[in-house]
């Protein structure tokens, strides 16, 4: 079986060649984790590329176990589960990081508010970005420190809302101590792979549906909003405060 598409990350990842076993399955999608907890996910085409997957074809999920050990062999550049063996040589490289600049000159005013957050996520959110509008990174890390790991599920409500900020930032506020200091903060805090895509959200590496809102595609936002059971949607509500405080020249593109 060869890989059709492959990130960065992955490319990484695999180059390193440490040991690794097997996340999380689910009928599209097998997470991958090493021994210093950075994740790659197997993926079927239907689920899109994002900042560390690796896109396969066919039902590359069948007969694995969780918790089942990785071999790679960069010499012949193949990674093995079991019985199953994935070629990475000569795969598509895919960008992770769209210009999210992109988005400072978008027609915004067809952007849908988002869906009403929790008190107790909105409370941390309104500090988060308070914080980000004064320059008072102390207030903004409180708020990070409420919302990381807050919720439930493999990716928590309040890490989807700061990777919605951290794009934000991507596109009104490019500042990589503040980026920094939120993954810093909320990553020793939840999940394993809610921490990987916090990581590659502070490096602006995101999904592919992300990548439709900053090139412009007329679905974006609904593709964004069917991400997860809510992640898009809370993610959608973090990056729209984000837009709210501090996009420059407010309604010259509405």
């Known amino acids: ?6 990130t960065p990350r992955v490319q990484r990842w695999l180059q390193n060649g440490r040991p690794a076993r097997i996340l999380h399955l689910f009928n599209e999608v097998c997470n991958l984790v090493n021994d210093q907890n950075d994740v790659i996910s197997l993926v079927s085409p239907q689920i899109g590329p994002g900042p560390f997957t690796l896109i396969v074809d066919g039902n590359f999920c069948a007969g694995l176990t969780v918790g089942q050990p990785i071999f ?5 550049q193949t990674l093995s589960i079991g019985s199953l063996a994935i070629g990475f040589g000569k795969t598509a490289v895919w960008q992770p990081k769209p210009d ?4 400072q000159h978008a027609k915004t005013g067809k952007w ?4 009403e957050l929790s008190p107790e996520i909105s409370a941390y959110l309104f500090q988060v970005i308070n914080g980000i509008a004064a320059g008072d990174m102390a207030a903004c890390q409180a708020g990070v420190y409420g919302l990381a790991g807050r919720g439930s599920g493999l990716t928590p409500t309040g890490d989807d809302v700061l990777l919605g900020v951290l794009y934000g930032l991507s596109v009104w506020r490019q500042r990589r101590e ?3 200091m939120i993954a810093a903060t909320a990553v020793p805090r939840t999940t394993t792979l809610s921490a990987n895509f916090i990581r590659a959200a502070a490096a602006g590496e995101a999904v ?14 609904s593709q964004i909003h069917a991400i997860g059971h809510t992640s898009g949607a809370d993610a959608w509500a973090g990056f729209w405060r984000a ?3 501090l996009r420059s020249n407010r309604g010259s593109n509405a």
Not at 100 to 103: C, D, E, I, Q, S
């Open 1 to 6: 079986m060869q890989a059709n598409l492959v």
């Open 72 to 76: 790679i062999d960069n010499k012949r």
């Open 100 to 103: 999210w600049t992109r988005l």
């Open 112 to 115: 849908p508010p988002p869906a």
């Open 178 to 180: 503040w980026m920094e």
């Open 208 to 221: 592919w549906q992300w990548h439709g809102l900053v090139n412009g595609r007329v679905d974006a936002i």
């Open 243 to 245: 837009y709210m405080a």
